[in-house]
Structure formats: C-alpha cells, structure tokens
C-alpha cells in the first residue's frame, strides 16, 4: 500500500510542514457534533454527553460545534436519532460558516447532498427563508430528506437537476458550490493502519466543477454571495477552477472572516499561475485544524 507521503508527494512544494501533514494522516479527526439549534441547545447536548461519560469541549469557534474524545460512532447515540446534534467534520462545518445565510433569505445549495451544509444553513437561517436543495442523484437526495425531516426543518425543497443545467428562473442572495471532487481531504488511515477513505476516480472533475461554479454565479442576485467547497487539496479542482470563473465573470474574492487556523489558496502551481486574489481561499489542512482537508472560496457577484 503506498504512505501518505508517496501518495501526496506532488502537493510537498505547498502542504506547509509536509512531515506534520502525513503523521495527522495516520490519526483519527476528533469527532465534531453540531448541536441542532432548530431542537436544543449546546448545553443539553452537552449534559446529555458527559452522562454517558464523554469528555465533551466546545470548539473554540462556537459552542455550537462540539469536540468529543472517543466518540466513534455518533450516529447511533439516542440524541442523534432525536435530531439533537448532526456529525460532521469541523472543517465541514466551516462552508456555512463563511456563506453566512441570513433569515429570509433565498439560498441555492447545488450539490446539496446528503444534507450536512444545508441543514446548516437552515439551522442559521433559523428556518426561515428557502433553502433550494439541489442533487443529480435522486438517491443521495433521499437521504437529504430523511436528515431534514429528523432536524426538524421546514424551509427547505428539494429539486433533481444536473446542477450545471439548474434553471436560471430564479436568483438567490446565496449559493453554495460543494462539488463532487476526488475526497482527497478525507484520504486517512485507522488506528490498525486500513485505508478508510480513497482517492475518488476522479473523470474529468474540474470540467464538472468549472460548469458547476460557473452556474452557481450566474444565479446569484446582484451582490449576491457564493461559497465554493472542495474537500480535496488538488489545486486543478481548486484555484483552477476559481480561476476560470474570475476570468470568465465579473466576480470578485472576499475574505473569509472567521478565526481558525488555515492556509492561503496558491498563487502558482506547475507552470500555471493563479490570480493574486486567490490569497483569500482557505486552504484547511489536517495538521492544522485536526480535522479533514477542505477548500474554501467565498466570491461575491
Ligand atoms: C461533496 S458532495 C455534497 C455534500 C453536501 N453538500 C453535504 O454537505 O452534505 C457532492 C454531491 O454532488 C452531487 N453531484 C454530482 N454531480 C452533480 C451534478 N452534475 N449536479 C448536481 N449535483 C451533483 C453528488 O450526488 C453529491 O451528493
């Protein structure tokens, strides 16, 4: 089986402490809940936690986020069911973080599937406005809905499109683009050194991507908000793509305001050269946030 160095050796010239990067690589992410405010609160998730004897922390960024040791099952946990917190990686959690979705607003998740940012969003929204789900897959879409009806949300529907062709009807005031990439951000080992998660066969991904950030803009109210999500360090699925909207649209990169530790979105890669705004997409790392890889850009219209 080939390390985590072989495997990533093309990204070492960007990866900052490559040899940090590779040994978090062999280590599990601590476990993050998002306590769903829509039905209780940080605190009962907490209480409800720490009986069944996990040591709980609120992540530095909010209390809404919680980091439990030794939880490696937390989809089976009774409060889980009942809809009180949601699991997901903390990097994750930061995509509706950065987006911001106001209450009342009309929001677009194009590649919404299974759910875990557009719940999310929802539950910021405080479950008001309209969040339109979108997936190609009719399945992953199924289990969007089965994870909304257990949060106990309502303002969300749910559309079948292939999101590069998603109708052009409406506009919305924020759109999320997480798209279908090759997981690099989720590659790691298990404690007995088994692969868990591998390198996604990838097609042509940013050709995909590309149409998909493409029409996301083109949804977008005038002044209108986009996040554009990855989970892979791969820069042709990342700055690249970025890069063809910069050139194709009149969009414009904003900074992401939130305090957690990341890294700056390349300027160059191989013989390619990115736009100097790409210094604000996040680049999250393993090493730096315990957690999984992800790439965030957050672009105004
Ligand atoms: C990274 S996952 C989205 C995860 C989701 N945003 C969440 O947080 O739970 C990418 C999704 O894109 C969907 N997908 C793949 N090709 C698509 C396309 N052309 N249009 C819309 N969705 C697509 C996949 O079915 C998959 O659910």
Redesign the pocket.
Known sequence: MPSSHDLFAAYAEFIPDFTAFCAALQTAPTCCLRVNTLRTTPAVVQAMLRQQGYHVTPSPLTDELLLVDNLTHPGTLQAALLGYYYPQAFT?ALAALALAPQAGEMIC??????????SHMAQLMRDQGLIVA????GK?LSMLEHNVKRLGISNIVTTRY???NFPLRHKFHRVLV????SGEGNYRWDAQGRLQHYRRASGDLPR?QRQ?LLRGFDLLTERGTLLYAT?TYNPSENEAVVQTLLEQRSATLEPIQLDVPHDSGLQRWKDQTYDRRMAFCWRLYPHHANSVGFFLARIRA
């Open positions: 994750s998740d194009l590649c919404a599937a299974p759910g875990s940012k557009t979108n997936d190609r897959h992953r292939p999101g590069q997480d798209t279908p990439c995909l998909l989970c």
